[in-house]
């Protein structure tokens, strides 16, 4: 004789989680809190392996000039606002300014938990949800928004190098074609596949066919008004060149003795290279610049310490203010 089932037992505390459901693993603390260090562990184990050029670095980096760093951290401030500008310009909708403007200083310490901008894009989807713009415009101006962006830091190193003689150091630091070739055909085997892949799964067909049809409206509507034009590609010309000056002033606060021209070239040179590689904290990026610079003349320890205090000044020091500001958005529901 089978005996009644025993009564639920009474539920848990509102927030409590469920006993029987298994916590996923990108929802696991300690991964979560593993991505958030992972720079900040690679940076020490590079320390740690390059112990002299790490001293070096330090004693540079005690002796730094202030001013040069108070005018680094302007520049900081200005790519958020360049940042701001290109995402009001992806859309054809008109944004609270100030809304956005916290959101994308929110977006930069996002960045440290998801690689590849992943972060800043996912913060930005919510935002733009929260002010009623539909999930397939709002990815599609986040598409539009990484296109040129992309595009115009390309047309600016062409633009540097068009007119600068560093392009015949950096033409010394490219690889072979046969070096070339497989990278190629990675890449091109990866948009191949991105573009079959909605062919080819049925469920796939009416999202990415959604997609296409609101990035493509309103990139004409955007492209079609002055303002919205300037803000764009303006911005997103800019934001490279903000960030490059960034690492001028950081250069000239730590001694670093290259022209600035130089370490601006060194910049998208190496930003447009690898700025692509899934890393946090751009981790691939920093280890291409470092590279980038000692080719152009600078010692290894001035070099590495640079882009150090370049990280430093850009990305860690307005962590805590960043998170503050995304903890604030998520309270008032904005994000």
Not at 55 to 81: I, K, M, T, Y
Not at 119 to 140: K, M, N
Not at 164 to 182: C, H, I, K, V, W
């Amino acid at each position: 004789m089978l005996s009644p089932a025993a009564p639920p037992g009474p539920p848990g505390p509102p927030g409590a989680p469920d006993p029987g459901r298994r916590p996923s693993l990108l929802a696991s603390g300690s991964v979560r809190l593993a991505l958030c260090l992972s720079p900040l562990l690679l940076a020490l184990g590079w320390a740690v392996a390059n112990r002299s050029v790490a001293h070096e670095g330090a004693v540079r980096l005690a002796g730094a000039d202030p001013w040069w760093l108070l005018a680094g951290g302007g520049f900081v401030a200005l790519n958020c606002a360049a940042a701001t500008c290109v995402r009001q310009g992806a859309l054809p909708d008109r944004l609270p300014p100030g809304l956005l403007l916290a959101s994308q200083f929110a977006a930069g310490a996002a960045n440290h938990v998801l690689p590849g901008g992943l972060g800043a894009h996912a913060v930005t989807l919510r935002f733009l949800r929260t002010q009623g713009i539909p999930t397939a415009r709002a990815t599609a101006s986040i598409a539009l928004y990484s296109l040129v962006r992309s595009t115009a830091k390309t047309l600016v190193l062409l633009a540097f190098l068009a007119s600068s003689p560093a392009r015949r150091t950096l033409g010394d630091l490219l690889p072979q074609e046969r070096q070339l070739l497989p990278a190629l055909a990675v890449a091109g085997g990866a948009l191949v596949a991105a573009g079959t892949l909605p062919v080819l799964l049925r469920p796939l067909r009416r999202p990415a066919a959604a997609f296409v049809r609101s990035a493509l409206a309103d990139a004409r509507e955007v492209h079609s008004r002055p303002r919205r034009v300037l803000a764009l590609w303006g911005g997103a010309a800019a934001m490279p060149l903000v960030q490059a000056a960034t690492l001028v002033c950081v250069g000239a606060a730590l001694g670093l003795g290259l022209p600035w021209v130089q370490v601006v070239v060194a910049f998208l040179a190496a930003g447009t290279a690898v700025g692509a590689v899934p890393a946090p904290g751009g981790v691939a990026v920093d280890a291409a610049l470092v590279w980038t610079l000692v080719a152009f003349g600078a010692s290894p320890a001035a070099a590495a310490t640079t882009v150090v205090g370049y990280r430093v000044l850009t990305d860690w020091l307005p962590l805590l203010p960043g998170t503050l500001v995304l903890s604030a958005l998520l309270r008032a529901k904005v994000l």
